[in-house]
Each structure stands twice: as C-alpha cells, then as structure tokens.
C-alpha cells in the first residue's frame, strides 16, 4: 500500500466545488451580520412592531399577480406532500414586516406558516431594474435554463444565452435561515415577472403565541474575472427581512412503552407525535444497549414508520429528517422525521428499523401512543 | 476563534472537505449540497468547539453525516437497493483512473477509513473518532480495504 500514492485518487476540488464553498462562507458572514431570530413574547413583539408599522411592506399587493406561486403551490408541485385541507386557513398572509432592499432586490415575505415545529415561508426578491435576473441559491449562468423553474422547464440552453440573448444582467440573490434555526431547507423559482420566489423551511421549536424573527438577504453580480465567471463577493450586498408570524399550534401524543430491537443494539426509549395541519412531526429517542451490534450498522442505523402491509408511511410538508447524539459517549440518539398530516394523531405506530445505506431491514415493534 | 479565522480554517480545508465528500457522494450538485450543509452547520456551532485545535476533525465529522444525511434521502426518493455507486462516475480529468475507480468499487465502510488515512493522514485512533467505531474495527477494516485494493490494481 505504502507504494501507491491514494492523494490523487479522485483529482482536486474542481471550479464548481471551490466556488460553492467560497460563496457560502461569504454567505454566512453576511448572514452574521443581520439579527438572529429571537423568540419573543406577544406583548414584547407589540413595541416591536409598533416600531416596524412604519417600513411595514404587505404582501397582498404581490399576491395580486394572478400567477403568484403560494406555499401550497410550492409543497404540491415542487415537492409532491400533500397537507391537510386546513392548512390553507392557517397560511398567514400581510404579516407586519420590514422588508429588506438590496442593490439589485427588494425582499419580502409573501406568506409564511409557523405551526410551533417549523417554519414555512415564501420570500419574493424582486429585481430592482427590469434587465436584472436574479439566480437564487446555487444555481450559475452556465447552468441549464431549466433550473429557473416550471415556467422555463421546457425550455432548451443555458441561463447565459437566455440572458444575453434578452439582455438581462445575471444576479445572485440568496436568503438564509436564521442563525438559532435547527436545520433547514430551501427551494426557489423564478415568475414571469421576473421575482424571485424563495421557499425556505426551518425548524423552529417553540410554544410562544408569536414568533418574530430576522433572516439575512444577500445579493450580487456575477462578473468575468480571469476567464471565469466569479461571484463580486467585494460588493455583495447584504440586507435584513424581519417578520412576525402566529404561532397555530399543534398536539402531541407520546409513546406507552419501550421496545428493544436486538439486531441493532439500541431500545427505544420513546416517540412522540406532534401533529399540525402540514405533518406530523415525529422523535425518536433510542438508546444503544448492545455496543458490538450498534457498531455493525456502521452509523447507518434509521427508523421508518410503516403501515400494516409495512410499506413505509409517506413524509410530511417538512421533508427533512436527521439524527444526532444526546449525549458525549454517544449512546443516545434522537432521530426527528416527519410524516403526512393527519386529521387526528395516531394511537399506534409501527416502527421499523433499517441500515439506509444497504437498505437492509430490521425489526419492526408496535408503540402504543397517548 | 472569529468569524474570519473560521473562514480561513475551513477555506484550508478545502481539498479535504472534496475528498471526504467524493468518498461518500458520487454526484457532485450532492457533494456541494453537503459541504454547504456541513457549513451551515459547523457555523452555528462554531461556539460550541472548545478547542481549534480539533477543528479539522469536527468539521470532517459534521461533513460525514450531512453526507449521511443526503444518502438517507437519495435512499427515501429512489425506495429499493439505492447504490449510489451502481454505476461508477467518470473520474475528474485530474484523476488516477484506476485508483478512482479502484477506491469507489470498495464498500464505503471500507473505503472511508482508507481515504481519511492514506488521503488526508489520519491515525487509527484519529478515525476511530471521527467514526465513532473502536479502533479494532478501523483496523479490520483497513486490513480488509488494502486487501481488496491491491486485489483490484493487480487485475487492471
């Protein structure tokens, strides 16, 4: 082994790698910058707000655009859930807002949910001079048309031909989730118009009536420098949308019983439900009771819900789930993933284990749940 | 340690964040995904780090579950045997070939540990924490990934 140099094994970091690092770090600076979310209560929120009435934007006006995309628009179309029918009642819309205005985009909060778990929030950036077109996240000039969204997907070549040939100058524009924000995720498309519509989702554990929060806005040219196409980090532009949301609420149920899945190593310790009108949100807490067979899933030990027939059940509005150790020894875990909303919260579940990476399954134990 | 500091570290780090990505992720927009979720993540935790020193190694940690993290859900969109390596990816023009393809026809529990000591020189006891495993099992593991490496070049 000693005689075969492994180091160039899978090249070096190509263009897009070093960009996309260098793009986020200067990303998260400027986020630093803007306000992190603070959980406030309502009659503190009040002076707030009383103070923002004056830079107050309302999305109303937006919505006025008959072809506006909405959260509802986002989840079904983008991302295949589905929610429960009450989920449009508890859509917030014309929040009291400060919006944030860059060189190139003026953002605002078009409509939002915050249902005590996760935040949901369409964002517009719209471009300040009509030959602007805003690129959000990552996507590049010479990335395929298509990537601007349903509107362009049928469309052949690359944003850069689209561009020059309207001629259109190319801007990035990009929002971030507040810094104490869990984890989150984001999706974006651009309108006829040319606005920019971001839908972010965060995590966001709280049982405050209210919630206002602060997310940082970013924008910036791309320019040739040294025959490539560079972000003018030098000039980004950096701003702060602030908003305020209700909180809707949600319920809980918890698990009567642990249940031990021997193949694994690990007991569950508990789960708990806590539905809402856009899914039911759903922890697991398990610890490891036999070190040698936890170390043979290798870090890839998961848990899935299933049905009777033990077909998995199908996600929620949230989508994303994760793991991490709720201690330093590394022998109890939380596992949060999310399912389909439902009318009522179960009062039993089934779950099953499995190594994701070999898709390999396990056993599977019923909870009953209160 | 402050903010730019942080920058410095991790723009430092940047071939080891691509190799340790490349070892688990065969798409790249995936690999950029994770680094950019590794980032995020690192950042706000940044305060929690009590010693810089270890910085190189938490990074590379976050950076293998966020990894992780994307593999589950490639697993969730495509259901069935989601092998991310059925079909190998064409190697970067800057690329050894035969060791590339070599290295990603290793299971990944055999060719993590081989490209965080060979590639980035990490000792077993260094991997055993990034991993989480006791180092016996870095060792088999290793033993096991030479093996199969050396069996695969001497075929080519």
Redesign the interface.
Known sequence: ?RD?D?????????R???R???F??AK??AE?ESKPMKKRFARRLCLVLTVALMLILITGAALALSNAWGMMDFLRERSGVEVLPEAVDIVQKGMPQTGAQTEHANFSVREAIYDGQVVYIVVDAKPTRPDYLLLGG?TWPEYPISDLGPLFEDRDGLIETYAAENNLICVKADIG?P??AT?GSMDYIVEADGTLVFMLKFKYDSADAELAFSIGCVSALFIESEGQTKIDIDNLQISTLTAALRNTGTETVVSTATATYADCGVRVDKITLTGSAMAIYARIEYTVTDVEKF?QM???L?FEFVDANGE?LP?GAYGG??VQALDES?TRFELTDNLRAAATLPSKVILRAYR??E?IRYETHSFGME | MTNDEFSERILAMTQTLYRVSYAHLSQSCDRNDAVQECLCRAWQKRHQLKDACYMQTWVIRILINACHDIQRKRGREVPGPGDAWATLPAAPPDADVELHDALLRLEPALRVPIVLHYMEGYAIREIAQILRLPEGTIKTRMASGRRALKHMLSEV
């Open positions: 082994m075969i492994l180091k160039n094994a899978f090249g070096t970091a190509d897009d790698f070093h996309n690092l260098y986020t770090l998260l600076q630093r990552d989730s810094d104490d984890e170390a290798d870090g890839c998961w998995r996600m789930a994760s590394g994701y990476d898709q």
